[in-house]
């Protein structure tokens, strides 16, 4: 977006053509956002051999802070260019979930590092935190079938587009309780408490339709 590149554009409103990163996110009515993930994979190494991590614990804090920080610059930037769109940024899944047992506490610290930074960010932008983590761990073997891929299954993706769905629904089907916080919908600020238990009665009824 800083140099406004031009990428071809598949999608509503632009049928087929070429577009500026600038023009698609002035455009857009929904953003989501996964960066991060690679600042935590530069920083963390798997020996092959043991299984085991290498890193250094203060080049990974480092990391994990700068990633933070990119993170509010583009969420900024996003809303400079367009106010009016509603952002959602993904929170990690463990990409380890092979490691031995005593590796896995190291992964564990650096993912919640990684997440509250991803977190903090969405706060201080007043955009939607999208954790992924738990729903993924159900399952890994599912979700994440090849021990040497970090990649998720067909299944796993979908996981992770159900959890954004979750939180991009009441803004898609209800547009006139759109909000423009990090708040959910139990924390509607400016709403009575009639309006929030009409909001949040609709979502319900929202989720038993999407269940069916």
Known sequence: MQKDVHKRIVGTGFREKMATAREAVRKADIIT?????????????????????????????????EAGENLVEIQMLIKALN??????????????????????????????????????STIHCGTVFVPTRSVIARDYQKYIPNPKNIHLSLAGY????????????????????????????????GLSIVQRASIQGRNVVVEKLLRI
């Open 158 to 189: 979908a996981q992770v587009a159900g959890q954004f769905w979750k939180e991009v629904q009441p803004a898609v089907l209800f547009p006139e309780f759109r909000v423009k916080t990090n708040g959910r919908n139990s924390d509607l600020p």
């Open 33 to 65: 956002i996964s960066a991060g993930a690679n600042d935590m994979l530069h920083a963390v190494k798997v020996n092959k051999t043991n299984h085991t991590l290498n890193f250094n614990k203060d080049n990974a804090a480092r990391m994990l802070n």
């Open 83 to 120: 106010p009016d769109a509603q952002i959602y940024v993904m929170g990690y899944y463990n990409p380890f979930p092979y490691l031995p047992k005593e590796a896995r506490p190291e992964i564990s610290k650096l993912l919640d590092e990684l997440n509250r930074n991803i977190e903090q």
